[in-house]
């Protein structure tokens, strides 16, 4: 199974952008699927995540400037990225966690905020 992320960009700070990351074959037994991002020189960090029945998660840094979506059923998940600031630099990698602890990444998407 592969998660193709695409989305990223760049952007100048203030501005805004949308993340999308689908599953390339049905991952069953989901438990969250989620962003993680990593920032050069930096480990990498959660970003922000949903759970099945809707619960969502956020790294304190992007609380009310990001927004996660998705829909378990179909593996898609989605980034809603505002007020983004040079902070916010770095590969964004889209995760589903399968049930009972099995990990699927994307192959990253650079997000460059700089003006």
């Known amino acids: 199974v592969q998660l193709q992320a695409s989305g990223g960009g760049l952007v100048h700070p203030g501005g805004s952008l949308r993340l999308a990351c689908a599953a390339s074959e049905y991952i069953f037994t989901v438990n969250a699927m989620g962003w993680y991002r990593q920032a050069p020189g930096k480990q990498r960090e959660l970003v922000a995540q949903?759970?099945?029945?809707?619960?969502?998660t956020y790294a304190d840094s992007v609380k009310g400037r990001f927004t996660i979506s998705g829909d378990i059923a179909k593996n898609t998940v989605y980034l809603q990225m505002t007020s983004l600031e040079p902070e916010d630099t770095a590969v964004y990698y889209c995760n589903i966690k399968r049930w009972p602890s099995l990990d699927y990444w994307g192959q990253g998407t650079l997000v460059t905020v700089s003006s």
């Open positions: 949903i759970y099945t029945g809707g619960a969502t």
